[in-house]
């Protein structure tokens, strides 16, 4: 691999705090990295390849052995040639490895043809489920499909934008220390939680949190990731795209939920639990659909009074009922 490479990094069982010294490694490759806490980082390394004498996947190889070797913490790493495919890399990989993208454009097609279209930046659920209606399901279904019907399907400017997605087409360079798009909490359990009740109320106080945050900034959410982390310090991570952009805390909790109950965690002894708010924007450019239920109108007008007490009180001023029992 020549020219950009990059590496998308995600470290598997650390602690919050151990992520500044993970990070750290990748420095020790390359100046080019960009931290996105509280599990990743983005790195481009194609100015350290002849320094090191070895390509992209040596070198995250050789980060994976340092990370053990330091912290007895493992990674895995998606490789490629700019960050969105080396993100891409790494959808549906829960252990640790080192996955690379081909470089030639045969490679990166044959790699893009099978992903479904919501593994694409910003792609929510409801644009998910209008492409499927039209059999545009996959990545490269959404590649093939003639301009002027995807223009029908998403518009005129979206229509560009996802089918540059769908080529692997993403010239964004990392920039260290550049704001994160997304906005995550994590919740620890005193003790390894069985009770999937406990989980449930741990997930509506991280909501709770992540929506408050989103109002309090003007933005809203375009997906959520669940990251469970078990007392073997083995993690899962999840992610789906929410139906539309939004910061209300009830649709929050319940993508959160929907996220949780998909893992099935029957026996699972789970040490913490995080939610990642992804493909942030300003709130003043999001569209929501009108809602005609007056219960959903008058729970968004208690969000909004929350909120006000919050600011003038305090955070813990007003909260979720569950949030005194989690512990």
Known sequence: MTGRAVLQVRFLGH?????????????????????????????????????????????????RVRALARHGVDCAVGVAHNPLLA??????????????VPGDPGGVAAFLAGLPVDALPGVGASTARALAGYGLGTVGRLAAAPPAALQRVLGAREARRLRALAEGQDPTPVVPGAPEPTLAVEHRFDRDELDAGRRHRALLTLADELGYRLRGAGQTAGALTLTVRYADHATTTRRRGLAEPTAHTPALLALADALHEALGLQRARVRAVALRAEGLAAAERATRQLSLDPADERRRGAERAADRARRRFGERAVGPAARTVVP
Do not use: I, K, Q, S
Not at 37 to 56: C, K
């Open 15 to 63: 602690r919050p705090e151990e992520h500044p010294a993970l990070v750290g490694l990748l420095t020790d490759l390359t100046p080019v990295v960009r931290a996105l806490p509280p599990e990743g980082a983005l790195a481009d390394v194609g100015g350290a390849l002849r320094y090191f004498g070895a390509d992209a996947e040596r070198l995250a190889g050789l980060l």
């Open 87 to 100: 993100r891409l890399a790494l959808v549906g990989r829960d252990g640790p490895g080192v996955w690379a």
